[in-house]
């Protein structure tokens, strides 16, 4: 069984360091938030910063990323610095603003 314990911290280091949230890698491999946050930390992963602030990168390389070398949003948001999830986001509103008047 440890082989098994030390082969999901082993991914959950990998889907961190791919951009995805704790809680989102806590949903994929079944366990609490709080344990992959213990766990990756014991691991030697330094934790990204929480709660909202400005991400220092252009919007025009989020979308480079994913249209030009079709990246998934964790990809895209660990290149980046950001969750999946929020390069998605800065994506869809930078799309938004282009097909308003």
Do not use: C, N
Request: glycine share 10%; hydrophobic share 35%; net charge positive.
């Amino acid at each position: 069984m440890p082989y098994s314990v030390r082969w999901d911290v082993e991914r959950g280091v990998r889907l961190y360091q791919d951009g995805w949230t704790l809680r989102e890698i806590a949903a994929e491999l079944g366990i609490a938030w709080p344990t992959v946050r213990t766990q990756l930390k014991r691991a030697g992963v330094t934790m990204r910063g929480t709660g909202t602030h400005s991400f220092d990168v252009s919007t025009e390389e989020i979308i480079r990323l994913r249209d030009e070398e079709r990246l998934t949003w964790p990809q895209v948001g660990g290149r980046v610095g950001m969750t999946g999830p929020g390069a998605q986001a800065r994506y869809r509103r930078a799309h938004l603003e282009k097909s308003s008047p």
